[in-house]
């Protein structure tokens, strides 16, 4: 953990404090840093704990933070530190690419993520975006998230609804699906109509369909395609 009383610098240069239990790669960031004249390394950090002393300490204006540390990891310590009164904003660096890391990170704060292949020019753009408030995704976390969001979004269905299509995969019409279920056929019409909203189709066999290639409607043993 590098000493607090580190000088100030000049206002208009950016600065940077480099969170990584890894000792080499902690180094080897510093050193890619260490000649950009609009970028100061103001202290180091060896887990997520130090990382938030760090930042209360210092004040940077950017913590590059590893995720998987002793102690804090890289999750816990953006949260700490985006809660906390300094205006420092926090870029992922690590090797994660997963989609749950990557939620991970983003939902306790973080204003970018980045992976260790990054080129020096790409992290000295990064950080600069960072300081200015943008948000920076490493191009692979960038296609992920679009990918995630063309995902479907899951549908939870009703334990009635579910009876309901139950019986509409039996091929029972509404009125026996009123009386199987002890209910009236304007009620069942109503829960079909949500199904379809949910489902997004617009008659009885798509929901069905739907609804098993989604998993929400299993039936091993009968014929599905009723």
Same mark, same amino acid.
């Given at each position: 953990?590098?000493?607090?009383?580190?000088?100030?610098?000049?206002?208009?240069?950016?600065?940077?404090?480099?969170?990584?239990?890894?000792?080499?790669?902690?180094?080897?960031?510093?050193?890619?840093?260490? #000649?950009?004249?609009?970028?100061?390394?103001?202290?180091?950090?060896?887990? =997520?704990?130090? @990382?938030?002393?760090?930042?209360?300490?210092? /004040? $940077?204006?950017? /913590?590059?933070?590893?995720?998987?540390?002793?102690?804090?990891?890289?999750?816990? @310590?953006?949260?700490?530190?985006?809660? =906390? $009164?300094?205006?420092?904003?926090?870029?992922?660096?690590?090797?994660?690419?997963?989609?749950?890391?990557?939620?991970?990170?983003?939902?306790?704060? /973080?204003? =970018?993520?980045?992976?260790?292949?990054?080129?020096?020019?790409?992290?000295?753009? /990064?950080?600069? #975006?960072?300081?200015?408030?943008?948000?920076?995704?490493? $191009?692979?976390?960038?296609?992920?998230?679009?990918?995630?969001?063309?995902?479907?979004?899951?549908?939870?269905?009703?334990?009635?609804?579910?009876?309901?299509?139950?019986?509409?995969?039996?091929?029972?019409?509404?009125?026996?699906? =009123?009386?199987?279920?002890?209910?009236?056929?304007?009620?069942?019409?109503?829960?079909?109509?949500?199904?379809?909203?949910?489902?997004?189709?617009?008659?009885?066999?798509?929901?069905?369909?739907?609804?098993?290639?989604?998993?929400?409607?299993?039936?091993?043993?009968?014929?599905?395609?009723?």
């Amino acid at each position: 953990m590098a000493d607090p009383t580190t000088p100030s610098v000049p206002a208009d240069r950016i600065r940077v404090i480099v969170v990584d239990d890894h000792t080499v790669m902690r180094a080897g960031v510093v050193a890619l840093l260490a #000649s950009e004249p609009s970028i100061d390394i103001v202290g180091e950090a060896d887990n =997520g704990a130090q @990382a938030v002393e760090l930042v209360a300490d210092l /004040a $940077p204006d950017v /913590a590059l933070v590893d995720l998987r540390m002793p102690v804090l990891d890289g999750v816990a @310590a953006t949260e700490r530190i985006v809660a =906390g $009164p300094a205006p420092t904003r926090v870029l992922i660096l690590t090797t994660y690419d997963t989609d749950v890391e990557i939620e991970r990170a983003v939902e306790a704060g /973080a204003i =970018g993520y980045l992976l260790k292949d990054t080129t020096r020019e790409q992290l000295v753009d /990064a950080i600069r #975006s960072a300081a200015h408030g943008e948000t920076v995704l490493a $191009p692979k976390v960038a296609q992920r998230l679009v990918a995630r969001m063309r995902r479907p979004a899951p549908v939870a269905l009703t334990g009635r609804e579910l009876d309901v299509l139950n019986a509409v995969a039996d091929g029972l019409s509404n009125a026996d699906i =009123g009386k199987r279920l002890v209910i009236g056929e304007a009620t069942v019409k109503t829960h079909l109509l949500r199904v379809f909203s949910k489902l997004d189709v617009n008659d009885r066999t798509h929901a069905v369909v739907v609804a098993m290639e989604r998993g929400l409607l299993v039936r091993p043993d009968r014929d599905a395609s009723a």
